[in-house]
């Protein structure tokens, strides 16, 4: 379909819109089912309820607009959604699995805040009072949502990652006998900040080749 105008390019979007929404409902339960987390898992699930309701929204935009109602299959989330498939079927500790559950969530966000930011914004130019301000409520609770992924990875699956690390095989196995400690330069030993221990335990198992291969 030629897009010639403004209006074209705006209902060309609103069915990408439309066939992501549809995609995710689908994946999402697949996502809260792989999550170990609760709060993770819970999140998924409240999304899923959320994202049902945002279908429900993108059809009352249709109809405002009085455009007929359909999806065009929107490739980039079918291949965010086969990349999130890929990681869960990795063989990784749980608390490393919610971490990459979280990052695949946090792409798809940024994609649908990408395309009801520019579809909000079509609207408003082209004088569609209405459907801007439904597409308005959709982006706040994409945004809500990627807000809410950000504080669980912090909160939650850093901290996970730092404790399955602390009780499993990284544990060193044996306490040396203490020394007394040489005198140090000027400037103190190198202690590590919480960060750069969380992101030590976050450090995968050396298996099958490079971890920065994915
Ligand atoms: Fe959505």
């Not at 945002?54 to 079918?78: N, P, S, T």
């Not at 608390?95 to 579809?119: F, M, P």
């Not at 801007?132 to 901290?159: H, I, P, Y």
């Amino acid at each position: 379909m030629a897009l010639k105008s403004l209006q074209d390019l705006f209902v060309e979007e609103l069915k990408d819109l439309y066939s992501a929404e549809k995609q995710l409902v689908k994946a999402l339960p697949e996502m809260a089912k792989a999550a170990s987390a609760p709060e993770l898992r819970a999140a998924f699930e409240e999304h899923l309820v959320v994202t049902r309701g945002q279908v429900v929204r993108l059809d009352q935009v249709f109809e405002e607009l009085g455009i007929v109602r359909k999806a065009k299959k929107c490739r980039a989330m079918a291949g965010l959604i086969e990349e999130g498939e890929e990681l869960m079927k990795e063989d990784m500790r749980p608390a490393i699995l919610d971490a990459a559950l979280i990052v695949a969530a946090q792409k798809v966000e940024h994609y649908e805040i990408a395309g009801y930011g520019s579809a909000r914004t079509f609207a408003r130019l082209l004088g569609a009072t209405r459907a801007a301000e439904l597409l308005q409520l959709t982006l706040d609770e994409e945004g809500e949502a990627d807000k809410k992924l950000t504080g669980l990875a912090c909160a939650l699956v850093n901290l996970q990652a730092s404790e399955e690390s602390t009780n499993g095989e990284d544990k060193p196995k044996k306490r040396a006998p203490r020394r007394k400690a040489p005198a140090r330069a000027a400037g103190g030993s190198p202690r590590r900040s919480p960060p750069q221990a969380a992101a030590e335990a976050a450090r995968p198992r050396q298996r099958n080749g490079a971890a920065g291969e994915r």
